[in-house]
């Protein structure tokens, strides 16, 4: 029997990366919705906090913990 492996949580003295809940999608919005950060990305602005909500949303469809096909997405 396979067992699920948690997203870990990793700090060090100045970083924090953790999985994302909820109440990040506005946080979320602040820096996707940045034109300056955009172009470094793959992904164009967001306009709209609804975009980062769709993001937010791929995320918990797209992570999973299964040995074997991990796929972790950090805040």
Not at 23 to 42: P, Q
Not at 56 to 64: F, G, K, L, R, V
Request: hydrophobic share 45%.
């Amino acid at each position: 029997m396979a067992m699920d492996i948690v997203q870990p949580r990793i700090e060090t003295e100045r970083l924090i990366l953790e999985a994302f809940c909820e109440s990040d999608v506005r946080d979320i919005f602040a820096y996707a919705s940045d034109e300056d950060v955009a172009r470094f990305v793959t992904w164009p602005a967001h306009k709209t906090e609804q975009d980062s909500q769709a993001f937010y949303d791929w995320i918990q469809t797209s992570t999973t913990s299964k040995r074997g096909e991990l796929f972790f997405v950090f805040a």
